[in-house]
C-alpha cells in the first residue's frame, strides 16, 4: 500500500548500516515511524528528506506492518537553523516537547501548525528566544490538558495584585502576593503541602501573568504577539513557564539541558 503525507521530521537515528528510522509529525496521524533505507549516505534521493527539521511531502509504502519512506519533496528545511547554535538547540527542545505531547495514531494538527510556527520564528528570530520557549511551554501545558488557572487568585479570587504573583506549580493555580504572605506568615515555604503534594512555588509579577493569559487565549497566528520589556519579568515567565511542563510532564530533557548550555 502507497501513500503520501505532510510532515515534520521531529527524530531521526542511525539504522543498520547506511539506513535511518525518522520520527514524523503529522496532522492526521500523529507521531508515525518510518524506515528510510540508504537515507544516511549523501547520495540518496531520501536524504534531504530524513534531516532533522525537515517539513516535506513524504512518499511511503507499508509492508511488514512497517512504513518505508520510498520518496518525497522538501516544503521547508528550515535550514537556517544550523546556523546559531542557541537556535538549534531551542528548535531541538521544541521538537522533543512535540513528541513528548503526541501520540501515535492521535490526530494533532494544531500542535503540528504550532510547532511548525515555532521553528519559523527560532529561525527568523521573530522574538528574542526566551519568549518563543515560554509561548511553546504554556502551549504545550494547554493542549495537554493541564494548563494552570492563570486567570485569579485560587484564595480570594483577585484579578490584578499589587504585590505580585506565585504560580503553584503542582496545584495548577496562582495564588496573589497578599494570600501568599498571610499563608505563610514570613516563613520558608514548606517541601510538601497538606495533601503531601510537592510544593514548588515560583515568584511571577503582573507583566509574567498578562503574558501568560495573553499565550493561553491567542490563536496560533498572534501566540507570539507579545512582549514584555522587562528582563526581571521576562525571566519570571521564563522560569515558570519550564518548570510548569517539566515538572507535569515528569520527566527531564537532554535537549533542554543543551539549550541552557549553549544559552550561558
Same mark, same amino acid.
Given at each position: 500500500m502507497r501513500a503520501t503525507c505532510d510532515g515534520l521530521v521531529i527524530r531521526e537515528y542511525p539504522?543498520?548500516?547506511? #539506513?535511518?528510522?525518522?520520527?514524523?509529525l503529522t496532522a492526521d496521524e500523529g507521531k508515525i515511524l518510518m524506515t528510510a533505507k540508504g537515507a544516511r549516505s549523501?547520495?540518496?534521493?531520501?536524504? $534531504?528528506?530524513?534531516?532533522?527539521f525537515t517539513y516535506a511531502n513524504i512518499e511511503y509504502y507499508k509492508k511488514g506492518g512497517r512504513r518505508w519512506l520510498s520518496g518525497g519533496s522538501v516544503n521547508d528545511s528550515f535550514f537556517g537553523l544550523n546556523s546559531d547554535m542557541q537556535g538549534f538547540a531551542l528548535a531541538s527542545y521544541i521538537v522533543q516537547l512535540?513528541?513528548?505531547?503526541?501520540?501515535?495514531? $492521535?490526530?494533532?494538527?494544531?500542535?503540528?501548525?504550532?510547532?511548525?510556527?515555532?521553528?519559523?520564528?527560532?529561525e527568523t528570530k521573530l522574538k528574542p528566544y526566551g519568549q518563543i520557549k515560554s509561548?511553546?511551554?504554556?502551549?504545550?501545558?494547554?493542549v495537554s490538558g493541564f494548563a494552570p488557572d492563570i486567570w485569579q487568585c485560587d484564595d480570594?479570587?483577585?484579578?490584578?495584585?499589587?504585590? #505580585?504573583w506565585w504560580l503553584d506549580v503542582m496545584n495548577d493555580r496562582i495564588i496573589c502576593g497578599d494570600c501568599h504572605s498571610k499563608k505563610s506568615q514570613g516563613l520558608p515555604v514548606p517541601p510538601t503541602d497538606e495533601l503531601m503534594t510537592?510544593?514548588?512555588?515560583l515568584p511571577m509579577d503582573n507583566n509574567a501573568v498578562a503574558a501568560w493569559r495573553y499565550v493561553t487565549e491567542a490563536s496560533l497566528k498572534r501566540i507570539f504577539a507579545?512582549?514584555?520589556?522587562?528582563?526581571?519579568?521576562?525571566?519570571?515567565l521564563e522560569r515558570a513557564s519550564e518548570a510548569y511542563? $517539566?515538572?507535569?510532564?515528569?520527566?527531564?530533557? #537532554?535537549?533542554?539541558d543543551f539549550y541552557h548550555t549553549v544559552k550561558e
Open positions: 539504522y543498520g548500516e547506511n #539506513d535511518k528510522i525518522i520520527t514524523v549523501m547520495r540518496s534521493k531520501a536524504s $534531504v528528506i530524513c534531516r532533522l512535540a513528541a513528548e505531547i503526541t501520540g501515535e495514531g $492521535v490526530p494533532c494538527p494544531e500542535i503540528l501548525r504550532m510547532t511548525l510556527n515555532t521553528l519559523y520564528a527560532i509561548a511553546y511551554e504554556i502551549f504545550a501545558a494547554n480570594c479570587g483577585c484579578e490584578s495584585s499589587e504585590s #505580585d510537592q510544593n514548588i512555588l507579545f512582549g514584555i520589556s522587562d528582563s526581571e519579568s521576562m525571566g519570571y511542563i $517539566v515538572n507535569h510532564l515528569e520527566r527531564s530533557f #537532554d535537549t533542554l
